[in-house]
């Protein structure tokens, strides 16, 4: 089965900082990947996604995330931050064998942690 | 607008008790998910449903119980049986196609505390 290691549970950083939240997954053949942001007491909000195509996937709000095969890893990364996106954020890969219906693995999110 | 509502958002739970969390879609969803999250835990599958009046265990589905009468309801029991219950419940569903696993859209959640 699939699993999620999300490689730091909190990352501070002051605002404008380019910032990086790391997610690497176990090896498949192919695999599904997604980001979540999660506001207090929210639940879970799509970020971005990749099904295939382009390795560099962006959200609307400037999120960005790569996928890269050889290092099993889809980092997410934005060049400068806001406030407003202190959240915890969650990395998800697809589980058996994609299929379609089947739940995303989780990792154990990180918190991020936006000040001025 | 369409959506998935959870309700409650906050529930007490007595010993011995059991308690139902309601989730309801509008998105035409055929797969329904209920995940437990907990501080540091990420988020654990419990039960998913892939169609109607048939469903499938997760991997801590002990303690809990559903249904899935109707293709935008997937209620969630937690019975006596599972003796800490005390987490955020988050409810998903996604749109089943050819094209592979499709997102996942969220509820906002129900936390479940003991009294």
């Known amino acids: 089965a699939q699993s999620v290691t999300q490689l730091d549970s909190q990352v501070p950083v002051f605002e404008e900082a380019p910032v990086e939240l790391r997610c690497n997954y176990s090896s498949s053949v192919s695999v599904y990947l997604f980001w979540y942001v999660q506001y207090p007491n929210q639940g879970l909000q799509l970020l971005l996604k990749y099904l295939s195509g382009s390795t560099l996937v962006e959200s609307i709000n400037g999120f960005e995330a790569e996928f890269n095969k050889s290092q099993t890893s889809f980092h997410l990364r934005k060049p400068s931050v806001h406030i407003s996106d202190t959240a915890e954020y969650f990395c998800a890969v697809s589980d058996r064998d994609n299929q379609a219906g089947t739940a995303l693995i989780f990792g154990k999110g990180t918190t991020l942690s936006v000040s001025s | 607008d369409g959506g998935i509502t959870q309700s409650p958002k906050y529930l007490f739970r007595k010993e011995g008790q059991n308690v139902t969390l309601s989730c309801e879609q509008n998105?035409?969803?055929?797969?329904m998910y209920w995940y437990r999250q907990d501080p540091g835990q990420g988020l654990r599958l419990i039960y998913y449903s892939q169609i109607v009046n048939d469903f499938q265990k997760g991997d801590i589905a002990e303690g809990y119980s559903v249904s899935r009468e109707k293709k935008e309801s997937f209620p969630l029991t937690v019975t006596s049986a599972q003796k800490n219950p005390t987490a955020f419940y988050l409810c998903?569903?996604?749109?089943?196609?050819?094209?592979?696993?499709?997102?996942?859209?969220f509820g906002d959640g129900t936390r479940l505390s003991i009294l």
């Open positions: 998903a569903s996604s749109a089943l196609s050819g094209a592979g696993v499709q997102p996942q859209h």
């Open positions: 998105l035409n969803h055929d797969a």
